[in-house]
């Protein structure tokens, strides 16, 4: 994918998947947004891996659930590299427990990290998009937003808050050559996985048509063919990238 003289952003990429998708887009020759809000050691060594294979990449932290700072780093991020063309909305977290024991802090954090950060970042960066009559808005939600998953009530509820709001905004901004879409990973080894127990990761592999975990680096995939001119036809779609395991 060529993505030269591309601006991307991509939110929650100091690890895991939204590395490799900032890694991705870098390879293909965009200027990159690495943002993170806690983990300023991951997004410095993303920051040296794109660098060192000949990339242009900053680093950026804020609370991206907070819309002040959401502006902030969008108008930061333009500012710094000239303007923003993609946009990957990737921070999250999760918080798993019952529902009958979840905590309102449980359900607030994880609601506002995943989902109302996709908001406040995405109306940040929406009206430049617009004002240049062209954008690519890639949402990661999650297998789990269409499924459900006991346990992951609040996970589940925000990631099928970013489809909706994915389809919703597609419509919205189409006349305006900006493509909305959604990737829903399965089963990717990542920090947020790290907490199922062998038992939770024997079951989804077991329904795996596939037969294993998928990668990050093939999330990434997805993602930068929607953020190519190739996708330019494709708007409002959630594609999953899990190895069969939902199939709606």
């Known amino acids: 994918m060529n993505f030269s003289n591309k601006v991307a952003l991509v939110t929650g990429?100091?690890?895991?998947?939204?590395?490799?998708?900032?890694r991705e887009l870098a390879g293909g020759g965009a200027k990159v947004a690495v943002h993170y809000r806690g983990n300023a050691d991951g997004a410095r060594?993303?920051?040296t891996q794109i660098v060192d294979m000949g990339g242009v990449c900053n680093i950026y932290q804020a609370d991206v659930s907070?819309?002040?700072?959401?502006?902030?780093?969008?108008k930061q991020v333009q500012a710094d590299l000239g303007g923003l063309d993609i946009l990957v909305n990737n921070a999250g977290t999760t918080r798993d427990t019952l529902l009958m024991t979840m905590k309102e802090d449980d359900w607030d954090v994880v609601i506002n990290t995943n989902l109302r950060s996709v908001y406040a970042v995405t109306k940040a960066a929406i009206r430049g998009m617009i004002k240049?009559?062209?954008?690519?808005?890639?949402?990661?939600?999650?297998?789990?937003?269409?499924?459900?998953?006991?346990?992951?009530?609040?996970?589940?509820?925000?990631?099928?808050?970013?489809?909706?709001f994915t389809k919703?905004?597609?419509?919205e901004v189409a006349s305006r050559n900006i493509t909305v879409n959604a990737v829903a990973p399965?089963?990717?080894?990542?920090?947020?996985?790290?907490?199922?127990?062998?038992?939770?990761?024997?079951?989804?592999?077991a329904n795996t048509p596939v037969g294993r975990m998928g990668t990050p680096e093939e999330v990434a995939w997805a993602v930068a063919f929607l953020a190519s001119e190739r996708s330019g036809f494709i708007t409002g779609h959630v594609l999953t990238?899990?190895?069969g395991l939902v199939m709606a």
């Open 186 to 205: 399965g089963f990717i080894p990542t920090s947020l996985t790290d907490v199922l127990s062998e038992e939770q990761k024997a079951s989804i592999l």
């Open 66 to 74: 907070d819309a002040s700072q959401a502006a902030s780093l969008v």
């Open 45 to 47: 060594a993303v920051m």
């Open 241 to 243: 990238v899990d190895g």
């Open 132 to 164: 240049q009559k062209s954008g690519r808005i890639i949402n990661i939600t999650s297998v789990v937003g269409i499924s459900g998953q006991a346990g992951q009530a609040n996970y589940a509820a925000s990631k099928a808050g970013i489809i909706g």
């Open 168 to 171: 919703s905004l597609a419509r």
């Open 13 to 22: 990429s100091s690890s895991g998947i939204g590395a490799a998708i900032a």
